[in-house]
């Protein structure tokens, strides 16, 4: 292992983030990986519908500290992306706003 690498992973373990995390999951789960700005309150609001209706798979939305390497390795998973043109002008108008969004969370500076 490299120097930076040895140097990355001791301060992000110093930090209070561990690398190395998997999450425990039904193997039947379908996860939802949430990249900021994209699609995440309304796969939150079809989430919850889905679940409501079926006693089969469950579909488990993650926040943006979630990972795909953080899944066990035969999880079923999916995600959203958008344009990054608009993404941008969302989040810009967001933080100028200084509105809270939906599901408010202190931002970071």
Avoid: W
Avoid at 24 to 53: M, P, W, Y
Avoid at 71 to 93: H, M, Q, V, W
């Amino acid at each position: 292992m490299s120097f930076l690498k040895r140097t990355g992973k001791e301060l992000a373990r110093q930090a209070g983030f561990d690398i190395n995390r998997r999450l425990e999951a039904h193997r039947d789960d379908i996860h939802f990986l949430h990249i900021g700005k994209c699609a995440g309150t309304q796969i939150l609001s079809i989430t919850k519908q889905v679940n409501a209706k079926t006693s089969g798979r469950k579909i488990r939305k993650h926040g943006h500290d979630v990972f795909l390497r953080h899944l066990p390795e035969e999880a079923d998973f999916f995600f959203s992306i958008r344009d990054p043109t608009s993404r941008f002008r969302s989040g810009f108008y967001s933080r100028k706003r200084k509105g809270p969004p939906r599901h408010f969370s202190e931002r970071s500076r």
